[in-house]
């Protein structure tokens, strides 16, 4: 119980540093909410599971397929791009944030969802992150595994829509409440960062030392 607790929380842990980061699906959202109002936006929330099941299907069989040393070595490398993807929302934080900033966003639910799926940032994460995350869980027990992306899309619909919900009784952040979120979010996924990059290194090293 205690390791399925941990998949859980490291599957809602990346979920939420990925949903809290300024980006085109959260652009389509506050588009949408200023469009038609929050409650007609909340389906739009769903985005990603549109997007990411063929990403998602893709990355693990082809994971599946690899010796466990790579594996390791990809979850390392995993652990190194939430580190650089901390850095960056780090150097964001420092920088003064404008209300009036834009971003050009989708107009509709399914261009949402294109534009994901063309995005090369979802197969970074499912190859480098997510991806190798689920293939070691299902290692040790499936139910690890279904915790795991159960865990990371839960968190990732709730937290966009209490970011819709948020944008459309308040019409919009704040900066300074814009700004406590992408510190909050660096924060996060350094420390996700660490515990993958120290896990996946200890894991290719006792690989290599048993070989």
């Not at 070595?73 to 652990?79: D, E, I, K, Y």
């Not at 197969?123 to 027990?141: D, N, S």
Request: a positive charge; proline letters at 8%.
């Amino acid at each position: 119980m205690p390791e399925l607790l941990v998949n859980v929380l490291l599957g809602s842990g990346l979920a939420f540093g990925a949903a809290i980061q300024p980006g085109p699906l959260q652009a389509f959202l506050v588009s949408r909410v200023v469009a038609t109002g929050w409650r007609r936006t909340l389906p739009a929330c769903l985005a990603p599971l549109l997007s990411d099941g063929p990403i998602a299907v893709l990355a693990i069989l082809v994971l599946a397929r690899c010796p466990p040393v790579a594996q390791h070595v990809l979850r390392a490398s995993g652990g190194l791009l939430l580190l650089y993807l901390a850095a960056s929302a780090f150097r964001q934080w420092r920088k003064p944030m404008s209300p009036s900033a834009e971003v050009t966003a989708p107009r509709t639910l399914l261009e949402a969802a294109v534009i994901n799926l063309l995005n090369p940032n979802p197969y970074l994460g499912w190859a480098l992150i997510l991806g190798p995350a689920v293939v070691a869980a299902w290692g040790h027990h499936p139910a690890y595994a279904v915790g795991f992306v159960v865990g990371f899309y839960a968190t990732m619909l709730v937290t966009l829509s209490g970011f819709v919900f948020l944008a459309g009784t308040a019409r919009f952040l704040n900066p300074r409440t814009q700004r406590a979120l992408v510190g909050a979010s660096a924060l996060l996924l350094a420390v996700l960062g660490v515990i993958l990059l120290v896990a996946g290194v200890g894991e290719s090293w006792s690989g290599l030392t048993r070989g």
